[in-house]
């Protein structure tokens, strides 16, 4: 009967009445669109349309009777109002237990509970689903905790006739919540999800509802042309077409008229023939598959795109009353048309099948096995087994090299998938369809070839995985899905040996992108700790912490360390510059340098970051960017912040002590705000440093006499001006003998032979004696010794 590996059939002997269901599945007697089969297999109802109206159900019983003399309580109805349809609302609690919806065309629900200890079918329930007495059901689906119906509302007796137009915009989509209790089902209140709308069939896929024109007459209106889907959970309404692989429009399921919804499609929709849906099927977890009078078998994704999948022969376009049937079983979708069942790849919509049926049928999904294609014909259940559909992909990969090659040969003889495999030409594609095989099929590891492509296949699947994941997920799972990706992304260029400039600006449009967490993937490529005490490491090995002399990755870096965490950037820089071993970068421009840059060209208000940039010029260690940071220092008056950086730093070399050191006594020389630290400015003095040198600098940097308002002179050369007093007083900013002295004391003990013209200064009292009677002016005789 099949031919795809083995089969196995399901008599109906095993259900209730297996007879009278013989002769009802009959095509003389019903048609096979009017059977429904319970999600675990074990119901089939079948629905009476002509000439008797109602529904008879066979059940599959696990246990035999209780009792020989228990009967059984089958479902059957005899009734006169159409039935719509057949809704599960309760079928993964317990296999032992089945509630069902029968909908009416009226409105009418009959709630059913299926019991096999209690044999058979009880009637929980007969509830109003519309609100309107006058309304009539013309499809219906169950969403989740929802029953959601298309139901037609006729023009009051006293409302005007409406054009023809008009008169198919008639119908409204409505919804009822429900729970499932022990004995009864609950229904809450009607909502309208639209209205003003043209006949829709709803089916439900996951939790979104596929609202699809009415599919047995011919389109002829524009608004026949889109069809919608919406989701009640997060409120929207997606509008697209058969002949577009992309939405319409997506809007807020908010504005419920479906008038004002589409009204701005209708005119771009008017000059398009898109294909008619001739069949379709819920993939449940929220797409759908259609069947388009073009051939093409589509998937439309939950997100609105439309795939083609797969293309029908010429010869097989199927017509309005060809009987087809199509469901999908994860990664395999199985097409009935007519009598001729395709199976095929989703993934790469290759055909891997092709059987040829003896009868009709009609294509069902069974939850015990949603990989397994099931169908039901007029004789019983069958089942579609052993379907390799990895040892089929491998035949693709020969018959794609075939094609490469053909293309390429300078001979005219016809390569075959034979000749490949017999001839012992072309080795690559006869590896590569094992390497394929093998990893897909078992799993299985191969050293040496095997294990230098594992990372490239591992890559390929896991990108499947992430499309999978972000057409399924929701916007949690989808900000998720982002983060490890840029994660990931980050890592593998930053661990690259070499960037190009593509693979720059890939990473530079990362960062911009997704600022945060590119950061947070840099944290983590980089290993950075910060113990919160001003250090930071790294535990990445050197080779990521590198820096490329002709990209600018450090830079890049440094603007996302300022962004996030501005403090940590001299800490970061110092870093880099230890994997580095203090080499210079891009142009032979110090890392520092180049932090400097970024700094100032993120925030140009100096003021702002001079602390940043003060931290930066230290961490460097380079001498002219020390003494640049201690001029900045004593530019802001940061008096004690500028001894730490001195007693630091002069600790590094001679040549840097002498020029600190320098620059410190000058300061001296000028104002008294370093006093409070000459103990310990005296104490950096360098060995090689002589009082005449300390003098020199001194005299030499003494301020003018007109910058200040005690024209003093500490050389004692007298002036035209009336005599000052010899010492200052507590309030001038002049440097004094006594300041100076311990500085002289120690620097004279260092000398080997100290000299003895220094005597008198060195023991004459720390503070000035009275001041003598004023005299005359007269030219003061400068002592031997001074310059």
């Not at 696990?62 to 309580?73: C, M, S, V």
């Not at 959601?148 to 119908?171: D, M, T, V």
């Not at 799993?443 to 990372?455: F, H, I, N, V, Y």
């Amino acid at each position: 009967y099949m031919r795809a590996g083995s089969k196995k059939s399901i008599n109906f002997r095993d259900y209730t009445g297996s007879q009278e269901l013989t002769e009802l599945i009959n095509p003389n007697n019903s048609k096979l669109s009017n059977v429904r089969l319970s999600p675990d297999g074990r119901h089939i109802h079948v629905i009476l349309r002509k000439p008797q109206v109602g529904l008879v159900t066979f059940d599959k019983y696990e246990r035999p009777p209780l009792a020989q003399n228990q009967e059984k309580q089958d479902l059957w109805l005899t009734r006169t109002v159409p039935i719509v349809d057949v809704l599960y609302l309760d079928h993964h609690n317990s296999k032992d237990t089945a509630v069902v919806a029968v909908v009416y065309e009226n409105g009418k629900a009959e709630f059913w509970k299926f019991r096999e200890f209690k044999s058979g079918w009880h009637l929980l329930q007969t509830s109003d689903l519309c609100n309107s007495p006058r309304a009539r059901v013309v499809s219906v689906c169950v969403c989740s905790n929802l029953i959601i119906w298309c139901e037609e509302r006729p023009p009051s007796e006293s409302s005007p006739a409406l054009s023809s137009a008009r008169n198919k915009l008639r119908y409204c989509v409505c919804r009822r919540d429900f729970d499932v209790e022990d004995g009864a089902v609950s229904l809450r209140g009607v909502k309208i999800a639209l209205h003003n709308n043209p006949k829709f069939t709803v089916t439900s896929s996951g939790e979104y509802v596929h609202l699809l024109p009415d599919l047995k007459v011919k389109p002829l209106l524009s608004i026949s042309k889109f069809f919608l889907t919406w989701s009640p959970h997060l409120d929207s309404f997606t509008v697209s077409t058969t002949c577009k692989n992309i939405p319409l429009k997506k809007l807020s399921a908010k504005e419920s008229d479906f008038k004002k919804l589409v009204t701005d499609c209708l005119g771009y929709l008017s000059a398009l023939e898109p294909p008619e849906i001739y069949n379709f099927s819920p993939t449940a977890c929220g797409g759908l598959l259609l069947l388009l009078s073009t051939g093409w078998l589509c998937l439309l994704q939950k997100d609105g795109m439309l795939r083609k999948v797969y293309k029908l022969a010429d010869n097989c376009l199927v017509q309005h009353d060809t009987h087809t049937s199509l469901c999908i079983y994860q990664d395999i979708v199985a097409l009935l048309i007519g009598q001729n069942l395709y199976l095929i790849d989703l993934n790469c919509g290759r055909e891997l099948e092709k059987i040829v049926l003896k009868r009709e049928g009609s294509l069902y999904a069974n939850q015990a096995e949603r990989r397994t294609p099931h169908l039901l014909s007029e004789t019983g259940l069958f089942v579609v087994e052993a379907i390799h559909p990895g040892a089929l992909l491998v035949e693709a990969v020969f018959e794609e090299a075939c094609k490469y090659y053909q293309q390429r040969s300078l001979s005219s003889a016809q390569l075959t998938v034979d000749i490949l495999k017999k001839g012992g030409r072309f080795q690559a594609p006869i590896s590569l369809a094992s390497i394929l095989r093998n990893y897909l099929n078992t799993g299985w590891r191969q050293k040496g070839l095997m294990g230098s492509l594992e990372a490239e296949l591992k890559a390929l699947v896991s990108l499947e995985e992430l499309k999978g994941s972000l057409v399924r997920g929701g916007v949690k799972e989808v900000e998720a899905v982002c983060e490890s990706l840029v994660e990931k992304e980050v890592l593998r260029l930053l661990s690259s040996s070499e960037l190009d400039k593509e693979a720059l600006l890939y990473l530079n449009s990362i960062f911009s992108i997704f600022p945060c967490q590119a950061w947070r993937a840099a944290q983590a490529a980089l290993q950075l700790h910060y113990n919160g005490e001003g250090c930071l490491s790294s535990r990445a090995p050197p080779d990521v912490l590198k820096d490329d002399p002709a990209l600018p990755v450090f830079e890049l870096l440094c603007r996302s360390v300022f962004h996030f965490q501005p403090s940590w950037l001299p800490r970061f820089l110092e870093l880099t510059q230890q994997q580095q071993g203090g080499e210079g970068g891009e142009n032979n421009v110090p890392l520092y340098k180049r932090a400097l840059c970024i700094l100032s060209s993120l925030n140009p208000d100096r003021d702002q970051h001079q602390d940043l940039e003060v931290e930066l010029l230290l961490v460097s260690g380079r001498p002219n960017a020390i003494l640049q940071a201690l001029r900045i220092l004593m530019g802001r008056q940061q008096w004690e912040r500028v001894t730490q950086v001195a007693q630091k730093f002069c600790k590094q070399s001679p040549l840097l002590n002498k020029e600190i050191f320098t620059i410190l006594l000058c300061e001296v020389a000028h104002h008294r705000d370093l006093d409070p630290y000459l103990d310990l400015l005296w104490t950096l003095c360098p060995e090689d440093f002589t009082v005449i040198t300390i003098l020199s600098l001194v005299l030499k940097n003494l301020p003018s006499p007109s910058a200040s308002s005690h024209s003093t002179s500490f050389s004692m050369s007298g002036t035209n001006s009336p005599s000052p007093a010899p010492f200052a007083d507590s309030h001038s900013s002049q440097l004094t003998i006594g300041l100076l002295k311990p500085l002289l004391r120690k620097v004279l003990q260092r000398e080997t032979k100290p000299s003895q013209r220094y005597v008198d200064i060195l023991q004459s009292p720390s503070f000035p004696p009275a001041a003598p009677p004023r005299q005359p002016t007269v030219q003061a005789r400068i002592p031997p010794g001074f310059p």
